[in-house]
């Protein structure tokens, strides 16, 4: 919202720098989004006439103009197409400086030669638009060669850029801003000049009203205005428009912005000749009504919406012969707009119902200044006195305007506003300090708050433009913020509070940031791929199955939640091959999912309109994915890298299998799982990418090895699934041990792992066995392999003798033969 | 009257079925292909001599001919099909591993290291400063009902506040029940359920976490893009105590130079809400063009937690009070590296990966 400040100093003294003005207005929650001057430097700019405008030749983007502006005809190039001979346009001649510093001088554009600048009101810092030369015909008498600065009567302003938060809807205004600062700096709030009706023919004579939906309005006043002449608007009134980012249009329209911008109330001016019976009511739109907006487009109403709970009703302005002529609180028609031969304004003001201001708006797409206001709740008592300073406002240029008396004034359900108390010692519960009543009861009547003290609690009435102010508990904490926010949050005390939990990660978290640090250590680079994904994506490794969808995606291949991340890191790794920097190791961390109607184990939760719903959500799943892409990687680097891990993570016992059920992405002959041997949880695949799966994705990459390692971390985090070792540690045999090799020949059934198991929890003796080396070929049956396992053997108690060794092998290899592999 | 060419087109035609039935590999194929249906074919050859026909008997015979070629080609095509898919599995075979033979003690890595994610790292940090001042750390799930993200937040439906979030909806149940959840806040709510539950108040927790908005990306935000939350449930607790945490927060990750201050902001779920600001890390205060010459930049919003979200999961609002606060990991990520354009986390080049450590 711009804010002048001339605007803001109607309402209250102020002497402040601008710099301190920015400072208490942020500090207030008012944040100032930016400080312009506006009209400053304009002093050698002048009011030109437009006499001739020919085309220059081999240019098509400019024009060359010529101008009077009191010395003679002058050439000027321009570019802008919105004005023709006769209009009247600010000229910076040769020489003129612009506000910014911009020195003007001749120049040559196409072999013309151009003797100055046609300037726009943004190049003149006068407000945004840059839609072409500022047009200067409304000025009642223009006067070529006049200074600009006369001729509009320009005064040097400061625009405040405020953005103002949801919850006061009473900031935003003019007067709305005043009154904070008014209240914090404990200065008067002045009010400006309103008139009362000017005649006394009542209004009920000439027109009248009704409200047929009061859930929709809560208040409908129409006032009749005769003998109106729709021309300029005074300069004063069109420059506060101006610098407050709104096109002057007309007398009665700019009345209706200016109000709206200095009370924060909407009003809607209709010409009386084009309201059927002179009626105004409020009703419900019915379903099949169309209304054509003043934008232009067609509007169908009654429709519900896509919107949670969303049942279409929308508010009309209707006529007595039942038309409609505009969407209550968001847009007029154009059928009743107000034309230069108006003479009968019926003057709508009004209170809408908030929320289904908004739904209205949201369903048609349709945001609008008065819709912005009325969605966040306006006064229910400024109608009228927004009328009586319309009036006073139009009566500037139509002096024998006639008000008729006793407006229109009908009543729907306007919400309650309830009295909040504040019980001894709530100020300093949520604040942290105690804040005395009587600087209490002065923030809040600042803001037109009623304050009693009744025994020993505050009673506060809020008032009638406090929508936001709720009953109750959270009255309270809506009270004690403007308490906080006027004594300033800046001079609360700051407090570290402390408490006897722990704080902690969990045991997930540990892991996690266990699995990354290994991860990064044997080489991998984290990298961060989209959640979203395309169709043919997911298709790739998922063809087919059911997939959580996105209804309104930015991209349409960014519409699927993806359901592994191996596809997305695939596509990451290749495009790094490309830029030559794919000899790397690529990992991510990240949530998979899986539809709900796939799987048996749904999350559920509750959602809906107040939560009444059981929904059934997909299932989410953590999971990290490591991609070995390095030159010499392969489904056996694959292994090792997990061996490695897994032994970091302190897990007792993983085997690897083979996947009977791979993924359409893994190796089919190069593809394991990870199983838990106590729990038979599997958490994982490892091995290799199927190469045709790879040249889908990257066909320049077809026939290279990639290694594979995919983990559930949900899985792993969970130590009933993933069993860890005992924290309980051994202290190795003080006597030396004894080592030796045994190589199996073993048939293909027969697990290495297994084997290894086996031997090593054989006997109390064994301390490790290690696989040292694998042979199949010559001189071995066919479908088997010899398996070479290192031993090392001690005893708690003595050094172990010969004879003991050569019994511990004995044993070794019987345990072997039973297991079907028998010794090389 | 001469015998129509195509007499014995049947019998042909089951000749070339047969030969082809017989091809045993994909290159015996490719050298069968110009005799059985290219140029050199019998069909090609019987397709030139159809000029001899009278023209009333010409449309027939082509159509047979056609007919047979479509028989002939695809016959040719599954049989390709086959041989390739042969071929597959018999390459496959040849590179069958048994992936517990893997002698692990053979394999060599290079001594090179990989490189963290600068958000993970990022995460990492915050956490520690938090659970370093006696947080928890919690993380609650990507989609959410519309509950969880907007109601129990003290949005309802239609609620202008609702749109402060350019949400993503999933397509699952009523229209805009199910979202990506646009912010962390909806873990607060599941963490206060649960201690309802439990009866396992008080709650000192930090939510870090991945949210989504459907916000086109550019320089400086992601539609995808974390987020770390803090809430607090416990007794004398309010916006002094959040004030003090925010500050020590600030001194502790940022280091002493900077300092924080609070601004009163609009945010459903917290009342008082305040706007965070630091020092500006690049100028240290003193005024450049990243912080607008304030000295100032906004970091996050905090406040003290609405009764109407305690109410939500069942917490009595006269017995418990507590603040919560948010900001994004990203930016901070962002602010103490100085990443010109964020869209470079998404891009994934190696060459911008391995900067960090």
């Known amino acids: 919202m711009r804010i002048p400040l001339s605007w803001l100093r109607d309402f209250v003294e102020l002497h402040e720098s601008v710099a301190e003005l920015t400072e208490i207005l942020d500090d207030l929650g008012l944040v100032v989004e930016g400080v312009e001057t506006v009209g400053e430097g304009l002093e050698d700019v002048v009011v030109a006439r437009v006499d001739e405008i020919r085309a220059i030749e081999g240019a098509d983007r400019v024009r060359l103009v010529v101008v009077e502006a009191g010395d003679g005809p002058l050439e000027i190039v321009c570019g802008a197409t919105n004005f023709s001979v006769g209009n009247y346009v600010p000229l910076a001649p040769v020489g003129a400086i612009l506000p910014g510093g911009f020195e003007i001088a001749e120049r040559k554009m196409r072999g013309a030669t151009s003797h100055g600048m046609l300037c726009s009101a943004r190049e003149l810092r006068l407000s945004d638009d840059h839609e072409g030369l500022m047009i200067l015909d409304d000025l009642a008498t223009p006067i070529v060669g006049q200074g600009l600065v006369e001729a509009l009567s320009i005064n040097v302003d400061v625009v405040f850029d405020i953005s103002v938060e949801g919850n006061r809807p009473d900031a935003w205004s003019v007067e709305g801003v005043a009154r904070d600062l008014a209240t914090r700096l404990g200065r008067r709030l002045k009010s400006p000049a309103t008139v009362s009706p000017t005649s006394p023919a009542l209004s009920s004579e000439f027109a009248s009203t009704g409200i047929d939906a009061p859930d929709l309005c809560g208040r409908l006043t129409v006032s009749v205005l005769r003998k109106v002449r729709v021309q300029p608007s005074p300069a004063w009134i069109a420059e506060r428009l101006r610098n407050a980012g709104m096109r002057p249009i007309s007398n009665v329209v700019d009345a209706s912005n200016y109000v709206m911008l200095e009370l924060g109330q909407p009003t809607h001016p209709y010409d009386a000749r084009h309201v059927a019976n002179r009626t105004l009511r409020a009703r419900r739109a019915r379903e099949g009504e169309v209304l054509t907006t003043l934008d232009g487009i067609e509007r169908h109403l009654a429709l519900p919406g896509r919107g949670l709970g969303d049942t279409g009703d929308d508010c009309v302005i209707v006529d007595g012969d039942d038309a409609v002529l505009g969407l209550a609180g968001i847009m007029g028609g154009s059928s009743s707009e107000i034309s230069d031969a108006t003479t009968d304004v019926l003057l709508e003001a009004a209170f809408f119902e908030p929320m289904s201001i908004a739904r209205s708006s949201k369903r048609h797409g349709l945001r609008s200044e008065a819709s912005n206001r009325f969605e966040r709740g306006v006064d229910p008592q400024l109608a009228l006195r927004a009328v009586a300073r319309f009036v006073a406002l139009l009566l500037e240029s139509v002096p024998d305007l006639e008000w008729l008396s006793e407006p229109l004034d009908e009543h729907g359900i306007v919400p309650d506003v309830t009295d909040v108390e504040l019980r001894p010692g709530d100020v300093q519960r949520v604040l942290g300090v105690a804040i005395s009543n009587d600087e209490i009861q002065r923030l809040l009547e600042g803001l037109n708050f009623r304050v009693e003290e009744r025994d020993d609690t505050i009673v506060v009435t809020p008032p009638s433009a406090r929508l936001d102010v709720r009953a109750g508990a959270m009255g309270r904490a809506d009270v004690i913020e403007e308490i906080a926010r006027l004594h300033s949050y800046r001079r609360l005390p700051r407090r570290v509070p402390s ?52 209804t309104n995606p930015l991209a349409a291949d960014e519409s699927v939640l993806r359901a592994t991340m191996v596809t997305g890191s695939v596509q990451a790794w290749a495009k790094n091959v490309e830029r030559g920097t794919g000899d790397v190791v690529v990992a991510e961390f990240g949530t998979v999912f899986v539809h709900p109607d796939a799987i048996d184990d749904p999350r559920i939760t509750k959602g809906g309109d107040g939560g009444g719903m059981v929904l059934n959500l997909p299932k989410e799943s953590e999971r990290v994915s490591v991609l070995l892409g390095r030159r010499e990687d392969s489904a056996v680097s694959a292994v090792a890298f997990w061996a490695v891990l897994g032994e970091r993570l302190g897990l007792a016992d993983v085997v690897i299998r083979k996947d009977e059920n791979p993924e359409r992405f893994m190796h089919p002959t190069r593809a394991g799982v990870l199983i838990d041997r106590a729990t038979g949880a599997v958490f994982g695949r490892v091995g290799e990418l199927d190469q045709a799966f790879v040249a889908q994705l990257a066909p320049s990459l077809d026939g290279r090895r990639v290694g594979v390692l995919d983990l559930d971390v949900d899985y792993l985090a969970d130590r009933t699934l993933v069993v860890r070792r005992s924290d309980f540690v051994t202290v190795p045999s003080r006597y030396p041990s004894a080592l030796f090799d045994l190589a199996f020949v073993t048939p293909a059934t027969v697990h290495a792992q297994d084997l290894a198991f086996a031997l090593r929890t054989s006997s109390d003796l064994v301390e490790e066995v290690r696989l040292f080396d694998v042979y199949r070929g010559a001189g071995l049956p066919e479908g088997t392999r010899s398996l070479a396992y290192a031993v090392r053997a001690s005893s708690e108690e003595r050094t172990l003798s010969e004879t003991e060794v050569a019994t511990l092998r004995d044993e070794l290899i019987a345990v072997g033969a039973h297991l079907g592999a028998r010794l090389r | 009257m001469s015998t129509s060419p195509l007499h014995d087109l049947d019998q042909k035609v089951s000749e070339l079925l047969a030969a082809i039935s017989e091809i045993d590999s994909l290159d015996a194929l490719r050298e069968a292909e110009p005799g059985t249906i290219g140029k050199r074919s019998i069909l090609s050859t019987l397709q030139k001599s159809l000029g001899a026909l009278a023209p009333e008997d010409r449309s027939d015979a082509g159509a047979r001919l056609q007919s047979a070629r479509r028989d002939v080609e695809n016959a040719f095509e599954a049989r390709r099909e086959e041989l390739a898919s042969v071929a597959r599995l018999h390459s496959l075979e040849q590179d069958r591993l048994e992936l517990g033979d893997v002698v692990v003690d053979n394999v060599r890595f290079p001594a090179t290291t990989g490189h963290p994610g600068i958000i993970a790292v990022t995460q990492s940090q915050l956490e520690d400063v938090f659970v370093a001042m006696g947080f928890t750390v919690s993380e609650g799930p990507e989609v959410e009902s519309d509950w969880y993200n907007f109601e129990a937040l003290n949005m309802p439906p239609a609620h202008p506040a609702r749109g402060m979030w350019d949400t993503f909806y999933v397509d699952l149940g009523d229209p805009e029940t199910v979202v990506l959840r646009t912010h962390t806040s909806p873990t607060q709510i599941h963490l206060m359920e649960e201690a309802v539950r439990s009866e396992s108040l008080p709650l000192h927790a930090v939510m870090p976490g991945r949210c989504f908005r459907r916000d086109a990306p550019d320089s400086r935000h992601l539609a995808t893009f974390h987020q770390i939350e803090g809430l607090v449930v416990d007794r004398g607790i309010g916006f002094s105590d959040l004030a003090g945490v925010i500050e020590t927060f600030t001194r502790s990750y940022f280091g002493p130079d900077i300092t924080s201050r609070l601004r009163p902001a609009f945010f459903p779920f917290t009342e008082p809400s305040a706007e965070f600001e630091i020092t500006c890390t690049i100028c240290k205060g003193s005024g450049c063009r990243t912080c607008s010459q304030t000295g100032w ?61």
């Open chain 1, 499 to 550: 408490w006897p939990q722990p704080g902690a990660l969990s045991d997930r978290q540990v892991l996690r940031r266990r699995l990354r640090s290994v991860i990064v250590d044997l080489g991998g680079v984290e990298v961060w791929t989209p959640t979203l994904v395309s169709d043919a994506l997911f298709d790739l490794a998922h063809p087919g199955a059911p997939r959580v969808r996105v």
């Open chain 2, 297 to 357: 930049i906004e970091l996050g919003g905090c406040g003290v937690v609405d009764p109407a979200v305690l109410h939500a999961v069942g917490i009595d609002a006269d017995e418990w009070g507590g603040f919560a606060f948010g900001f994004g990991i990203d930016r901070c990520a962002q602010m103490r590296h100085q990443i010109a354009d964020m869209r470079a986390l998404i891009e994934n080049d190696v060459r911008f990966l391995e900067q960090f450590s």
